[in-house]
């Protein structure tokens, strides 16, 4: 456990510095071969814990302690060891323990006795901590103060429901694919291998739990792939039909691009600024059997790889604030700003503008986010309208985190 908890408290280190939840496990795992998988599991769920829980984390720390901390590795260590206190099945007595041990670690060992008295005054008036957070907002939403507010603002009837979803686990969903099978059918494999399943849409099963993607049926032989639900909205609102030219301008890793292969027989470019993400692009499509050119190229930039040829449809997957998949990245919420937007709203803005022009007469280009912030929304899609006088709404939908699917937006545009 004293590995774990130093592990915990450097990948909490790092994201403090910036670095993204993902990127600081990775690196951070990958640089220690020798740890166990049971390790590597509890670091991971820690981590992950402790960034969904670090409002209340962070309030009851201050409570406990209210001057400031000598040592910020100290900060760290109490904060992984009083998650463990309140959110996992360890032992206490053996959580308390190896944390003071690490403690004899930081500053010379001086801190080990601040580190046992914070810890067991936790165990006694936990109880009480809990019941007083709820009066802090930060606390007991686990969000930023100016994420709530934004919220309150944007979904005065909703901004509880979305904050209380994206502290939750994220559900494992699987996308079937079309050319083998269908939700029901899939769902019958998984009932004889003796797993359990919940049908969302013709080609969607929510797993009952997660499960290692190898353990399930039908995987290697491109059965299914796992995707969000709400993510599965794209590829079916183009309304493809076979023959038509598809440019996914933002495809890494993929999951969209392999969606529209499945739907129809279509001509697809899945482009990407990132030449390594788009080895997942094509991992992807030789796991499914599928085909499609995939392109490094900026989709701002299109002069620099565009043949010329006009498309029939367009997926514009811009990049955003990633938002609406908090509770997959619980990271999202501490690293974002309240700048970002401004910034994230001219890159989107920039690129919807360069692609425009590559789409036929009559084609559609589909603007997608995977945020709920009316900046990157429905004020995106105003804006454009009004550069725009040959495009024309079909229709727009705004997806909120829900037990079902995270959050999206999307909005279907056609050429006049």
Not at 89 to 112: F, N, T
Not at 146 to 168: F, H, K, V
Not at 251 to 271: D, I, R, S, Y
Not at 318 to 324: H, K, M, W, Y
Request: hydrophobic share 40%; glycine share 6%.
């Amino acid at each position: 456990m004293h590995r774990t908890q130093e592990l915990a408290a450097q990948v909490v280190e790092q994201v403090d510095k910036g670095r993204t939840l993902t990127e600081a496990l990775t690196r951070l795992l990958r640089n220690d071969s020798e740890l166990s998988s049971s390790t590597r599991g509890a670091v991971q769920d820690i981590s992950y814990g402790i960034l969904r829980h670090k409002g209340e984390l962070n309030y009851w720390l201050r409570t406990l302690v209210p001057k400031p901390l000598p040592h910020e590795a100290l900060e760290r260590l109490l904060l992984v060891a009083i998650y463990q206190l309140a959110y996992t099945r360890a032992a206490p007595y053996a959580v308390v323990d190896h944390a003071v041990k690490h403690a004899g670690h930081i500053a010379g060992g001086r801190l080990k006795g601040l580190v046992n008295g914070v810890l067991r005054n936790f165990q006694r008036r936990e109880e009480e901590l809990r019941a007083s957070s709820l009066s802090n907002e930060e606390a007991r939403y686990n969000h930023p103060a100016w994420w709530i507010r934004t919220l309150r603002r944007a979904y005065p009837q909703d901004w509880q429901a979305i904050m209380l979803s994206s502290n939750t686990h994220p559900p494992m969903t699987l996308r079937i694919n079309a050319r083998v099978c269908d939700a029901s059918q899939y769902l019958q494999k998984l009932e004889q291998a003796g797993m359990a399943g919940t049908i969302l849409g013709s080609h969607a099963v929510r797993l009952e739990k997660p499960l290692p993607v190898r353990e399930l049926p039908g995987f290697a032989e491109g059965e299914f792939s796992v995707q969000d639900f709400g993510a599965q909205q794209a590829a079916p609102m183009l309304a493809l039909t076979d023959g038509m030219r598809v440019l996914d301008a933002c495809a890494a890793p993929g999951g969209k691009t392999c969606h529209m292969l499945e739907l129809a027989e279509v001509e697809v470019t899945a482009l990407d600024v990132d030449e390594t993400r788009l080895l997942r692009v094509r991992d992807n499509l030789a796991r499914l059997k599928l085909s499609a050119n995939v392109l490094a190229g900026d989709a701002g930039q299109p002069a620099a790889w565009w043949d010329g040829r006009l498309f029939d449809r367009i997926l514009a997957d811009v990049p955003c604030t990633a938002s609406g998949v908090v509770r997959r990245h619980p990271d999202i919420k501490w690293l974002r700003r309240p700048g970002d937007f401004a910034e994230l709203a001219r890159q989107q803005e920039q690129l919807v503008d360069a692609l425009w022009p590559l789409l036929a007469r009559g084609g559609k280009m589909l603007y997608a986010t995977c945020s709920i912030m009316p900046e990157e929304n429905g004020q995106q899609l105003t804006a454009f309208l009004s550069r725009h006088a040959d495009a024309r709404l079909v229709n727009a939908e705004q997806l909120l985190p829900c037990p079902d699917h995270d959050g999206f937006y999307y909005a279907l545009l056609e050429k006049i």
